[in-house]
T-cell receptor, first 113, second 112 residues
């Protein structure tokens, strides 16, 4: 079956702009989590959605937001981009969040200039 | 503060030997702990999950132990191969918060 698909793979944006990233989970998976990964920082949790409901949010400013649609596809949005937002953004899907493996997409590499 | 620590230095191992990676945590009581492999420019790939009431779990050349008293998990790769070279991440499964808490990862280099 198809894996987790993230689009786009690469993005270059200017400070102050906004960006929307997309994630299509594995068919049947209802939990989608988003992470930011930067060198030396590891994966930092952004938010988790299950059946269109955000169940938890990490310690990121309000400029970071997300949503999940009825087909489980998810988007995350970053407004008023800052240089420090440059990172690899990863989406992971799972049947349920706990006690199950997470399947990751290839990620979206965002560069803010 | 809550913290997860993995070997920050790269681990260099001779091909054929056993590689042992460490994951230590404080101030958590995870029900589960997971290990992932990540190659450069790609998303992590799941390897093993171990429950708090399990001491050890094996899958082919991989073995994970979980000591909730020491708050430590060890990840072993036996008969290591150059293809095992990657960054290995441990993640605590915090069920109540619907999230995985990640270590920064250990870069493993298997030399032929």
């Amino acid at each position: 079956k198809a894996g987790v698909t993230q689009t786009p793979r690469y993005l270059i944006k200017t400070r102050g702009q906004q960006v929307t990233l997309s994630c299509s989970p594995i068919s049947g998976h209802r939990s989608v989590s988003w992470y930011q990964q930067t060198p030396g920082q590891g994966l930092q949790f952004l938010f988790e959605y299950f059946s269109e409901t955000q169940r938890n949010k990490g310690n990121f400013p309000g400029r970071f937001s997300g949503r999940q649609f009825s087909n489980s596809r998810s988007e995350m949005n970053v407004s008023t981009l800052e240089l420090g937002d440059s990172a690899l953004y990863l989406c992971a899907s799972s049947l349920e969040r706990a006690n199950t493996e997470a399947f990751f997409g290839q990620g979206t590499r965002l560069t803010v200039v | 503060s809550q913290k997860i620590e993995q070997n920050s230095e790269a681990l260099n191992i001779q091909e054929g030997k056993t590689a042992t990676l460490t994951c230590n945590y404080t101030n958590y009581s995870p029900a589960y702990l997971q290990w992932y492999r990540q190659d450069p420019g790609r998303g992590p790939v799941f390897l093993l999950l171990i429950r708090e009431n399990e001491k050890e779990k094996r899958k082919e050349r991989l073995k994970v132990t979980f000591d909730t008293t020491l708050k430590q998990s060890l990840f072993h790769i036996t008969a290591s191969q150059p293809a095992d070279s990657a960054t290995y991440l441990c993640a605590l499964d915090i069920v109540s918060n619907y999230q995985l808490i990640w270590g920064a990862g250990t870069k493993l280099i298997i030399k032929p």
